[in-house]
């Protein structure tokens, strides 16, 4: 008897290798997939403004960065000692403003240079739910504990999310035509919202991106559907009940990899897992003559690769 659904997926075209350049753009699971890219040497740029969690919020960092956007004061506010921007998450707020508005700055030239150059593109919706602050009827990345009553709350509607996944691709293609993009759901559930609202949430998210689909280049990674369909089980959430937990990540990651990266990578992948596991080693004697030989074969590995591949460790 078979106790799970597998779901059976086919390799994308334009997939992933050591030439790439990745650009990882919303929710906190863009962060999982991130992590792996980086701890195998891909390169790969992660959320320069933080994760951000609705497509508006997103399709604002795009438009922002390809119109390079210049943050002054008037974009940033104090609270709780410390300045924030409605636009980012608040890795990059600061007790010091002028810090803040570089940390803004340069995210938006990063992210420029990051959108016109990369081969991949991947982006993580993670809800359908917006706040949207009273005092300038703008949509926030994030509210930054700015009380509630601040904020009107709405759920996009599905065509509300494919115009703004439509002009995200659009404006992409037009400066960098060449560039995959890939969305994807986060299987990450926003329980706060409520258990029913967060499954109408997710479900407007799937509908417009198969909805946008249908008219641009782009593709879909099914993160959600392999979290909800093949494991649906409590045993692969961390104890919070939301998040999913290393199995989880790691059992996506693969199906990621399988689909998304090319097939004659793979051994590069195990090679440099293998460094990284080298570097990670703790001897129990540094000054031995064994582990100084160990250390000499890890550095010819690394040298091996960087002359190859130009991977840096």
């Known amino acids: 008897m078979n106790f799970r659904t597998n779901i059976q997926l086919q390799k994308e075209e334009n997939q992933i290798d050591y030439a790439s350049k990745l650009l990882l753009i919303g929710s906190c699971f863009s962060e999982n997939i991130s992590k ?11 959320n320069p403004f933080g994760i951000l969690f609705n497509p508006k919020a997103i399709e604002t960092l795009i438009l922002n960065s390809l119109n390079e956007k210049i943050y002054t004061e008037k974009d940033v506010f104090l609270l709780n000692e410390r300045w924030h921007c409605f636009d980012a998450h608040s890795d990059l707020s600061s007790s010091d403003k002028n810090e803040l508005l570089h940390n803004l700055n340069s995210a938006v030239k990063s992210t420029n240079k990051r959108l016109k150059e990369a081969t991949h593109i991947i982006i993580t919706l993670g809800t359908s739910w917006t706040y949207r602050f ?8 994030n509210c930054h504990k700015v009380p509630q009553k601040k904020f009107t709350k709405e759920l996009l509607s599905v065509d509300e999310i494919t115009a703004s996944l439509k002009n995200i691709c659009h404006q992409i ?11 994807t759901v986060s299987p990450v559930r926003h329980i706060k919202d409520g258990f029913v609202e967060n499954s109408l949430s997710k479900a407007h998210l799937i509908a417009a991106i198969h909805q946008t689909l249908g008219e641009v280049n ?12 093949d494991l649906r089980d409590y045993r692969f959430y961390n104890s919070d009940m939301v998040h999913p937990n290393k199995t989880a990540v790691d059992y996506i990651w693969e199906h990621f990899k399988h689909v998304c990266i090319q097939e004659n990578t793979f051994s590069v992948m195990k090679e440099v897992e293998t460094i990284q596991k080298g570097l990670a080693h ?11 030989a160990f250390l000499s074969n890890l550095h010819q590995k690394i040298l091996v690769l960087e002359i190859k591949l130009g991977i840096q460790f």
């Open 173 to 183: 293609s037009v400066v960098n035509p060449k560039s995959t993009v890939i969305f």
């Open 218 to 229: 782009a593709k879909y990674f099914p993160s959600y559907e392999i979290m909800m369909d």
């Open 282 to 292: 703790k001897p129990f004697n540094p000054d031995s003559e064994e582990y100084k």
């Open 36 to 46: 792996k890219l980086t701890y195998f040497k891909f390169d790969a740029a992660s």
């Open 134 to 141: 009273i005092e300038t009827n703008a949509v926030v990345g």
